[in-house]
């Protein structure tokens, strides 16, 4: 199984600011993707993220807010702007390897904003 | 569109007993993967089962079994001699195969207590 490691694990920020979230994965992965849990709910796909070209994102996310990049086929960031404390959530970076039902998870991204 | 219903927010069980989670979904589609995560305090998602909805023998991994009622959409995990590490939050999803992991669809999640 692939190994994903989420930095950095928590943050708190300050309303206004931009804080960027990176995904390594331990081997090559075609497809990888940000999840948003709210606090006490479930997740919730905000993009996939497929190296060499844009973003793809879900209905009420766009990406002035969550830019993402996809340099290579192991790295990945998202950004979440102009933060509000309805951004305070954690963020997860899963990736897809071999076949396409077979989907892992990093630790998340704990947010808060103040 | 597909749902995915966990009606148990939260369930606790004694040590070395038997636990069942509840999952139940709606689709009209004839093949899919549904999933149970398990999510410890530590927030990774861990896959702890999977299912193809074309098999109808039920999954087991170790511990872990299913109950899946395709008929009945219903989609339950047993954990059986149930141990501390298993505390955690505990979601049920739903993937279209031909859409990948980019249509996956979670419930609201369990969050299940074993006791000493």
């Known amino acids: 199984s692939a190994v994903i490691s989420q930095k950095p694990s928590r943050d708190i920020c300050q309303r206004g600011t931009s804080l960027t979230i990176q995904c390594q994965v331990d081997?090559?992965?075609?497809?990888m993707f940000w999840y948003r849990q709210q606090p006490g709910q479930s997740l919730t796909l905000i993009a996939t993220a497929n190296q060499g070209s844009e973003a793809t994102y879900e209905s009420g996310f766009v990406i002035d807010k969550f830019p993402i990049s996809r340099p290579n086929l192991t790295f990945s960031t998202l950004t979440v702007s102009n933060m509000s404390p309805e951004d305070s959530s954690i963020y997860l970076c899963?990736?897809?390897?071999?076949?396409?039902?077979?989907?892992?998870f990093g630790s998340g991204t704990q947010l808060s904003v103040l | 569109a597909q749902t995915v219903t966990q009606s148990q927010p939260e369930m606790s069980v004694q040590e070395a007993e038997t636990v069942t989670l509840s999952c139940t979904y709606d689709?009209?589609?004839?093949?899919?993967?549904l999933f149970w995560y398990k999510q410890p305090p530590s927030r990774q998602m861990i896959l702890v089962i999977r299912q193809e909805a074309y098999k109808q023998q039920n999954a087991t991994e170790n511990r872990f079994s299913v109950n899946f009622q395709k008929a009945a959409k219903s989609f339950s995990l047993k954990i059986s001699d149930s141990q501390l590490g298993d505390t955690a939050m505990y979601f049920c999803?739903?993937?279209?195969?031909?859409?990948?992991?980019?249509?996956?669809?979670f419930g609201t999640g369990t969050r299940l207590t074993v006791i000493p």
């Open positions: 081997s090559q992965v075609t497809m």
């Open positions: 689709t009209s589609e004839n093949n899919y993967y």
């Open positions: 999803a739903f993937m279209k195969p031909e859409t990948g992991a980019n249509n996956l669809f």
């Open positions: 899963s990736v897809s390897q071999g076949a396409i039902e077979k989907l892992f």
